[in-house]
């Protein structure tokens, strides 16, 4: 347990912190799978509006320091291929 007042707040601080960044993260989770399982499902006409919601999700979760950006490009680029290859069919 924390013994100064400082510390105190600082675990507090650290305990919604902590909620607040499991929450994002789980919403970048969530997207990826609606965006995978479009992919499996072969709904090409829901895939672009699906791509966007996630690389947006994605980049934000990086800039707050969730993901690496390296991670997040790597996630978008992945997904963008797969995406581009489905629709080109």
Not at 12 to 22: F, G, P
Not at 51 to 72: N, P
Request: no cysteine.
């Amino acid at each position: 347990m924390a013994n100064h007042k400082s510390s105190e707040k600082r675990a507090r601080q650290a305990v919604r912190k902590n909620k607040v960044n499991t929450s994002r993260k789980n919403m970048v989770r969530t997207h990826e799978k609606n965006l995978v399982k479009a992919l499996d499902a072969k709904d090409t006409k829901s895939l672009p509006q699906l791509l966007i919601e996630f690389s947006s999700q994605v980049m934000k979760a990086a800039q707050r320091g969730l993901f690496k950006k390296q991670t997040a490009s790597r996630k978008i680029g992945r997904l963008s291929a797969r995406v581009n290859q489905a629709t080109s069919k």
